[in-house]
């Protein structure tokens, strides 16, 4: 990691700039992203090249801890924290402050001349010769001063992590502030909603079996019911693409759902053979006329 | 030559980068995930700053930040959750009860 030598240092600088690039190009990519999950893996690239100049500063300790703590852990409860609450949570391009972005803008390049001059009129020294507690007993002479010189904020420290997990129990904590229903008034309630049955699986005529895809009703429309609230409210479902194309038309629905011509949709995408090619059966979903329920509708459920 | 100079640089950039995301982005957990930008590029100067003047403070702090930082998420996504509870939305613009 701190060798000497023209090839060592070629080899250092080829890094920094390569990871300089990297980490420059997927911050702004964060920034400009609009679904939140490329901002949280665009984040993790940042991070880890992070940890790799930590390496290359000589703090073997920090770039560990880099990779476990933050790639690891916080960028997990990031991406949990989005299942739970971001997922329909795509930008919206509106500005609800006029201006903003512009002003944003003109801010961040102020900041960036601000402290572009102050580091132009600091004087960066080169960096000190190499020692020990830089490579190979950075951890102990880490520890050493972390136990000695640091033990009080170390100690603090300790009080702000349970004061932490404290606060997150209590605010991820729910009260229920209304009794628990009991399973009558459950009952009642389903019948009383006008949908007494289960509701229907999905994907159950699709070609695709997966959850994204609505379940097509017997006169070739699909059911909304089929498909959980959470993924139609991301615009990738098949619902979802089939409210915001013209309703006469439903490109991508006949896109996705075998509603026109035999075989069509299934040819050109590639992919699995369709079992209902050459016997002349009807296709489910494909006529008109509502079909009768069989005993597979009733095992898909 | 790598000096300390271009990683005290690279560090101005990407907290430049993530104070222009924490104001111009509106779901409040890509706003945290800038801030986490900002407080990795400010631990990139301290670990360099401890490279630059051959101790080994500047170490320490960027952990001790590593430890606030993880407190601090903590805790922020756990409010991010309740609010989203309260009102099914995880944007900044929506949570303005306490606005004048």
Partial sequence: MLLAGPAAETARLTTFWILAIVSVAAALGMVLARRAVHCAVLLAVVMLSLAVF?????????????????????????LFVLMIVGITAADSIIETIRGQRLWATLVGIGV?????????????GPA?????????????????????????????????????????????????????????????GRIAGGHPTPLPGPGTYAQHNAVDMPALLPDGSQSELSVSQVLSGRSATAVKSAESSAAP???????????????????????????????????PGQGREPEPPDGQEAGDR | MVSPAHF?????????????????????????????????????????????????????????????????????????????RARRSASVDDANLMKY
């Fill in chain 2, 8 to 84: 005290i640089a690279l560090s101005v950039i990407l907290f430049v980068i993530g104070a222009v995301g924490v104001l111009v982005r509106r779901n409040a957990i890509v706003v945290f995930m800038c801030v986490e930008l900002m407080l990795n590029a400010a631990n990139l100067a301290f670990v360099t700053f401890a490279r630059m003047h051959n101790a080994l403070n500047g170490q320490i702090i960027a952990f001790f930040v590593m430890v606030v930082a993880a407190a601090e998420v903590v805790v922020g996504l756990a409010i991010l959750t309740s609010i989203f």
């Fill in chain 1, 54 to 78: 930590y390496a290359m500063l000589g703090a073997p300790f920090l770039a560990f801890v880099q990779v476990i703590v933050y790639t690891g852990a916080v960028l997990m409860l990031f």
């Fill in chain 1, 128 to 188: 000190a010769p190499n020692s020990a507690k830089f490579s190979s007993a950075n951890v102990s002479a880490l520890a050493t001063l972390l136990f000695t010189k640091y033990v009080y904020p170390f100690e603090i420290t300790s009080a702000l992590l349970i004061t932490a997990a404290v606060g997150a129990m209590v605010l991820a904590h729910r009260e229920r502030t209304t009794p628990k229903p009991t399973q009558k008034q459950l009952a009642a």
């Fill in chain 1, 112 to 124: 960036l001349v601000l402290l572009s001059l102050a580091i132009g009129h600091a004087v960066i």
């Fill in chain 1, 249 to 283: 038309e439903l490109p991508s629905a006949q896109e996705q759902a075998p509603s026109h011509g035999r075989g069509g949709a299934l040819a050109s995408e590639g992919h699995v053979p369709d079992p209902y090619d050459g016997r002349g059966g009807p296709r």
